[in-house]
């Protein structure tokens, strides 16, 4: 198989009105689209799961041909998957693609991946920050890892990237849902959260309550509350 072959093959699936939809929720001019759907791409992926060396000699000239390298990735086994991750992640180039590029390998080797998240989130690069974050709101949250999450999420660099700050936010309202109390009183105590290193930026720990305020999770009271909560 070669590029042209495999590109007439994925544009079989586009779909103009599909394409210019898909383009305007990307806000990135700089990124060519052909207007293929997700569930499309997802079948295309996982035809060529066990060829991803292949796709990986393919340029990234559109969106869906990066989507789907990252898509067939995603479908390995966690060990394979770790031969190709630091190779996924410098395509990320937008938020959809971000955000579905959620390997289910990581669920039984949470503790594993946790290194390579650090990482990511330490680079000053936004989208392997938000993938950093992403990542975590796919597969962490839950009461072992709760303490890391928060530390990670005040390590971001949510003032400088916009998309870092929306995925922080996203996770830090996860966070309120799920574990209401101990984030409410993480919310609260600035002071102490200073002290120990644990801060979020004004316009973070906003979101994040709006984003909390919207779910239907959450108690008309509880919601009420928070609100009284913003900076």
């Known amino acids: 198989m070669n590029y042209t072959e495999f590109l007439n093959e994925i544009k079989s699936y586009a779909d103009e009105n599909y394409r210019n939809f898909h383009k305007r929720l990307l806000k990135n001019d700089n990124i060519n689209v052909l207007g293929i759907r997700i569930p499309d791409l997802r079948k295309i992926a996982k035809k060529y799961k066990n060829q991803a060396d292949g796709l990986f000699a393919f340029p990234d000239e559109y969106y869906e041909v990066t989507f789907i390298k990252l898509t067939a990735v995603a479908l390995m086994t966690y060990e394979s998957f770790l031969n190709y991750v630091d190779r996924c992640v410098p395509l990320i180039d937008n938020w959809a693609t971000c955000d579905c590029f959620a390997p289910k390998c990581i669920k039984k080797h949470k503790d594993?991946?946790?290194?390579?998240?650090?990482?990511?989130?330490?680079?000053?690069?936004?989208?392997?920050?938000?993938?950093?974050?992403?990542?975590?709101?796919?597969?962490?949250?839950?009461?072992?890892?709760?303490?890391?999450?928060?530390?990670?999420?005040?390590?971001?660099?949510t003032?400088?990237?916009?998309?870092?700050?929306?995925?922080?936010?996203?996770?830090?309202?996860?966070l309120i849902i799920k574990f209401y109390d101990d984030t409410v009183e993480f919310l609260k105590s600035t002071c102490e959260a200073f002290k120990k290193g644990l801060e979020v930026d004004k316009k973070t720990h906003n979101k994040a309550i709006q984003k909390a305020c919207e779910s239907y999770r959450l108690t008309a009271e509880q919601k009420t509350f928070l609100k009284r909560l913003k900076l």
Do not use: G
């Open 112 to 157: 594993e991946f946790l290194p390579y998240i650090k990482t990511y989130l330490w680079e000053e690069r936004e989208f392997y920050q938000r993938f950093a974050l992403t990542t975590l709101l796919h597969f962490y949250v839950e009461e072992k890892y709760y303490s890391k999450i928060l530390e990670l999420i005040t390590e971001a660099d």
């Open 159 to 174: 003032e400088k990237f916009y998309y870092v700050h929306m995925a922080a936010a996203w996770l830090l309202a996860e």
